[in-house]
């Protein structure tokens, strides 16, 4: 198996079926958990000198933090259902305690924090839904913690791609500190494949081939992308949901397309406003 696939395992004391961190990962900034917690199970952490981004995948749960507490928040049971999640931000220097009300899935989405921001709940009314793309790379965008809204480092967003099509595409890359043409973020990909049982294809590739790897994803693994292009595409059959984690040195969201490819995107436009 690729190192950079990290794949769900069974829960430990706490819940916790995948764990990344920006050692194990190798890199500077990003963090992303995973836990499933049974009804009536707690998970209490300490946020230390990170900004933390719950999002509440399935089930419904009670929330607190030092100043804040929330009741029966969460409303889908399957991510599938493509509603916009409940979220929970969590600055540093904080805890949050979670309380499972039904059996509940949620990823812990982690970068270094300044303390700027208080914690606050991310309702699904404030999560931003859009259509990107066009013809067999369109896909569906929740919007959760994109860099209009206030936190210190973390971006965070929820696609899915429909059977057959394509998204991160056409590919994309975020490796270089060069603004304002290209930012540079760490990223890593939560997938989640419908039916279970089906997979996803991502390739993960740099312009000079020393990274050039193609990927075969399973329900509930991770892929880390430290750099290069990374698209994604969900074979026929499969739909396929991914939540997106990123963080750099600059918070904000500035890409290169691989030229080889970017014509696509033109093309598809056009297409779709005929």
Same mark, same amino acid.
């Given at each position: 198996?690729?190192?950079?696939?990290?794949?769900?395992?069974?829960?430990?004391?706490?819940?916790?079926?995948?764990?990344?961190?920006?050692?194990?990962?190798?890199?500077?900034?990003?963090?992303?958990?995973?836990?499933?917690?049974?009804?009536?199970?707690?998970?209490?952490?300490?946020?230390?000198?990170?900004?933390?981004?719950?999002?509440?995948?399935?089930?419904?749960?009670?929330?607190?933090?030092?100043?804040?507490?929330?009741?029966?928040?969460?409303?889908?049971?399957?991510?599938?259902?493509?509603?916009?999640?409940?979220?929970?931000?969590?600055?540093?220097?904080?805890?949050?305690?979670?309380?499972?009300?039904?059996?509940?899935?949620?990823?812990?989405?982690?970068?270094?924090?300044?303390?700027?921001?208080?914690?606050?709940?991310?309702?699904?009314?404030?999560?931003?839904?859009?259509? %990107?793309?066009?013809?067999?790379?369109?896909?569906?965008? &929740?919007?959760?913690?994109? !860099?209009? +809204?206030? =936190?210190?480092?973390? *971006?965070?967003?929820?696609?899915?791609?429909?059977?057959?099509?394509?998204?991160?595409?056409?590919?994309?890359?975020?490796?270089?500190?060069?603004?304002?043409?290209?930012?540079?973020?760490?990223?890593?990909?939560?997938?989640?494949?419908?039916?279970?049982?089906?997979?996803?294809?991502?390739?993960?590739?740099?312009?000079?081939?020393?990274?050039?790897?193609?990927?075969?994803?399973?329900?509930?693994?991770?892929?880390?992308?430290?750099?290069?292009?990374?698209?994604?595409?969900?074979?026929?059959?499969?739909?396929?949901?991914?939540?997106?984690?990123?963080?750099?040195?600059? %918070?904000?969201?500035?890409?290169?397309?691989?030229?080889? &490819?970017?014509?696509?995107? !033109?093309? +598809?436009? =056009?297409?779709?406003? *005929?």
């Amino acid at each position: 198996m690729s190192d950079l696939i990290i794949p769900s395992h069974t829960p430990d004391e706490e819940g916790k079926v995948l764990s990344i961190s920006p050692e194990s990962a190798g890199w500077k900034y990003v963090g992303f958990e995973v836990y499933a917690l049974q009804k009536g199970k707690t998970l209490k952490k300490e946020t230390g000198d990170r900004e933390v981004c719950i999002v509440l995948l399935t089930g419904k749960a009670h929330l607190s933090t030092k100043t804040e507490k929330w009741e029966n928040i969460g409303e889908r049971m399957d991510v599938f259902e493509k509603i916009p999640p409940y979220s929970v931000y969590v600055p540093p220097g904080d805890f949050y305690e979670v309380e499972a009300v039904t059996d509940l899935e949620l990823a812990v989405c982690l970068a270094p924090g300044k303390g700027t921001h208080p914690a606050r709940l991310i309702a699904p009314e404030d999560v931003g839904v859009e259509m %990107r793309g066009a013809g067999n790379i369109e896909r569906k965008i &929740h919007n959760i913690l994109p !860099e209009q +809204k206030p =936190a210190d480092s973390l *971006l965070v967003v929820e696609v899915f791609t429909p059977e057959g099509n394509w998204s991160s595409y056409p590919p994309h890359k975020h490796d270089q500190d060069r603004l304002p043409e290209e930012s540079y973020l760490e990223e890593t990909y939560y997938h989640k494949v419908h039916p279970g049982h089906g997979f996803a294809v991502q390739r993960v590739y740099t312009d000079d081939r020393s990274l050039d790897e193609t990927l075969i994803v399973r329900n509930g693994d991770a892929v880390l992308v430290p750099k290069g292009y990374h698209p994604v595409a969900a074979p026929p059959g499969y739909e396929i949901y991914y939540l997106n984690v990123m963080a750099g040195p600059v %918070r904000t969201w500035k890409f290169r397309n691989d030229p080889d &490819h970017e014509w696509v995107m !033109e093309r +598809k436009l =056009a297409a779709k406003q *005929l």
